[in-house]
C-alpha cells in the first residue's frame, strides 16, 4: 500500500495520542541529558535540585606555563590563522586574606591546574583557547573538573575602567567553571576568572612562562 504525506502525517499523531504525553516527556529528558553530556562537569548553582548556596571567595597565584603545537596555517579573510594544540601547567599559592577566604581550604598551596585544548591563533596574536581542566592537590589527588576558556591579547579595563589597551600585548584573560570530583566536594562548583601576563605564541617558540592570578568562587550548594 502507497501511503500519501497525510496519511504518514495522520498515522504519527494517532501514535502520539496512543503513547500518550509520558513519551514525548521521555524524549526530552533524553534530548536534555545529551545536551547536558555535551558540557561535562558544569553545574549551575541554586537550580533546582539543589538547595541553599554558600559562596567563598578565592584569590591564587598561578604561576607555570604553557606548551604549543601549531597546526598548517590558513587563510581566512582578515588574515592568516592556525589551530595550536596547548597545555597549561599552574601551580597555584594563596594570595592571603581577605580575598583568599579563612575557614576552606580545599584548594591547597602546591595545587596544580592542568587545561589541555585547542587554540585558534592569528598572525596578530589574537587567539582563542577552549579546553578541559583539572586542579590537583599536592598529592595528585583530582580535586576540580571542568572547562576553561582564554583570550590572548585582549584587555578589558581599558577606558572608562582604566588605561589598559583592549588588544594588550602578552596578556590573557579567560575563565574557567568546574565541579569537584571527590565525595568531600561533589557539592561544590568552581567559577574564576583568570588573568594573566602571557608572552605571544610563536611556532618556533614551544614552552613559554606564564604568571597571573585566579579569582571567583566556590559554591556550595546543600
Not at 573538573?145 to 572608562?160: C, L, Q, Y
Not at 567553571?177 to 566536594?185: C, F, H, M, N, W
Not at 574564576?192 to 610563536?202: D, E, F, Q, S
Request: net charge positive; charged share 15%; proline share 8%.
Amino acid at each position: 500500500m502507497k501511503l500519501t504525506q497525510r496519511t504518514c502525517w495522520s498515522l504519527l499523531l494517532a501514535g502520539i495520542l496512543i503513547l500518550g504525553p509520558a513519551t514525548l516527556t521521555q524524549a526530552q529528558d533524553s534530548t536534555q541529558a545529551q545536551a547536558t553530556a555535551a558540557i561535562p562537569n558544569v553545574t549551575i548553582p541554586g537550580v533546582p535540585p539543589t538547595g541553599n548556596c554558600c559562596l567563598w571567595q578565592i584569590h591564587k597565584m598561578a604561576k607555570g606555563e604553557r606548551r604549543v603545537q601549531f597546526g598548517t596555517p590558513y587563510n581566512c579573510n582578515n588574515g592568516q590563522t592556525t589551530r595550536v594544540s596547548t597545555e597549561f601547567k599552574l601551580t597555584l599559592t594563596s594570595e592571603g586574606v581577605p580575598c583568599d577566604q579563612p575557614g576552606l581550604n580545599v584548594i591547597p598551596n602546591g595545587s596544580v591546574l592542568e587545561a589541555k585544548g585547542n587554540t585558534i591563533k592569528r598572525t596578530n596574536g589574537l587567539a582563542h583557547f577552549f579546553g578541559d581542566f583539572t586542579i590537583r592537590n599536592p598529592n595528585n589527588q583530582v580535586l576540580f573538573r571542568g572547562t576553561i576558556e582564554a583570550i590572548d591579547s585582549v584587555g578589558t579595563h581599558h577606558p572608562p575602567l582604566g588605561n589598559e589597551a583592549c588588544n594588550r600585548r602578552d596578556h590573557l584573560e579567560g575563565w574557567l567553571v568546574g565541579r569537584g570530583a571527590p565525595p568531600s566536594l561533589q557539592n561544590f562548583t568552581l567559577r574564576a576568572l583568570i588573568v594573566a601576563k602571557a608572552p605571544r605564541l610563536r611556532p618556533n617558540i614551544p614552552i613559554r612562562e606564564v604568571s597571573g592570578s585566579i579569582d571567583g568562587v566556590l559554591i556550595e550548594c546543600l
